[in-house]
């Protein structure tokens, strides 16, 4: 008998944000396992579980240890994943759920920010062997000092994609309160529309741009083991979601940009730490690397510039203040990112250009500009990224 295919799934914790919405996962996930996969399931916690845990946290000291934050936040997990295995067995299929160090994802000692160094799967190999539906809790892992730690935001893409490619497995599916991938946030443009596919380049773009669909991590992970990633809708399992995989064919792209504008989306952070540095560069990126902040753009030379997601940032100002006593010359200011994205957008300097004068053309300021091959992003204030992401969507996708 031909051995089962793998396949991996993850579920967002707005899939997960009660009782009866995690009963309607576990359904689905049987009806799965009914069509012949070897499954792993990886879960978020449930709903705002994260949050209210760190608000306790930060009730009691306004900048909590990063490591006890690990321990803290990463119950929320373990709490999903037994639900869910209890969940499955009530429809009388075997399933067994296991921690992120169970599972073998070994991390760096970097806490509240972890990146993967292996995944050793030998435990889950087992339990699949056996016949057991494996539900997996997300966002987390064990350093090499055997810590319990966290990936960070959207951590549990990360995991899931990770896994997915230690088991080789099929394809993996990243399932949320949302239908796919849209070319711009539809809660900001009205008119933004699905993306049916995208490349993982410009998946990673979106990703650092602000698109909150899949982590970027995660597509990097993708991207390495080659396996086609899903993003589809939990509740409307009829639609086809989006594909992110690799471009085999050069053409496609050719045909693209010969069409027009190679803009595919417009991404954004309404609120990050922008900070500015000259004399001082050098030490300050030095600094945000010890802190393992999540570093959106890091302009070197005779003026630094960083913008940082503040997902990530447990204390924020005492970041503020670590930084600006680096020297007089580092500012700190909370601003907002609008990126535009598309393979090969950053190559020809006229696009550039044209997003900058219609910013200029609404008057909206824009701090700092920059370009990549496949992605432009401005840095903007914090009111104003909503008009500036609809400006530069009609500007380049209308």
Not at 18 to 35: G, H, N, P, Q, T
Not at 91 to 109: F, M, N
Request: hydrophobic share 40%; glycine share 8%; net charge negative.
């Amino acid at each position: 008998m031909a051995a089962k295919e793998i396949l991996v799934q993850k579920y967002g914790g707005s899939s997960l944000s009660d009782l009866d919405r995690l009963k309607s996962v576990a359904e689905k996930i049987v009806a799965a396992r009914e069509r012949g996969y070897n499954l792993v399931v990886v879960v978020s916690a449930m709903g705002d579980t994260t949050d209210d845990l760190l608000e306790m946290a930060k009730a009691l000291s306004p900048n909590p240890s990063r490591r006890e934050l690990d321990m803290l936040l990463s119950v929320g997990e373990r709490i999903s994943m037994a639900l869910m295995s209890i969940a499955i067995q009530s429809h009388g299929h075997e399933a067994v759920s296991l921690t992120g160090s169970q599972c073998g994802i070994i991390t760096t000692h970097s806490h509240s920010n972890a990146r993967i160094m292996d995944v050793r799967p030998f435990r889950v190999q087992d339990e699949l062997a056996q016949d057991r539906i494996v539900i997996v809790a997300g966002y987390q892992g064990a350093s090499y000092r055997r810590d319990v730690t966290t990936l960070g935001r959207g951590g549990s893409d990360t995991t899931a994609v990770a896994l997915a490619a230690a088991l080789d497995a099929e394809a993996c599916e990243i399932y949320s309160d949302v239908d796919g991938v849209y070319s711009a946030d539809p809660g900001v443009v009205v008119d933004a529309g699905q993306l049916e596919s995208l490349s993982y380049d410009e998946m990673q773009e979106m990703a650092r741009g602000g698109a909150r669909v899949l982590n970027q991590e995660a597509v990097a992970f993708a991207r390495r083991a080659k396996i086609a990633l899903y993003a589809r809708s939990t509740y409307e399992p009829g639609k086809k979601g989006t594909l992110v995989r690799r471009v085999d064919l050069p053409q496609e792209e050719i045909d693209r940009a010969e069409s027009g504008c190679p803009a595919v989306a417009v991404s954004h952070v309404q609120k990050g730490l922008w900070v500015e540095a000259t004399t001082n560069a050098e030490a300050t990126l030095a600094l945000l690397d010890d802190h393992r902040c999540a570093v959106v753009e890091w302009s070197p030379g005779a003026k630094g510039q960083a913008f940082l997601g503040l997902d990530d940032i447990h204390g924020l100002e005492a970041l503020r203040d670590e930084l600006e006593a680096v020297g007089d010359d580092v500012e700190t200011k909370i601003a907002g990112l609008v990126s535009v994205v598309g393979t090969g957008i950053g190559a020809q300097c006229g696009w550039a250009r044209r997003g900058r004068d219609i910013l200029k053309k609404s008057e909206l300021r824009s701090r700092h500009l920059a370009i990549y091959p496949d992605r432009l992003s401005w840095v903007v204030d914090s009111a104003d990224v909503m008009a500036a992401t609809r400006l530069l969507h009609a500007e380049f996708l209308e």
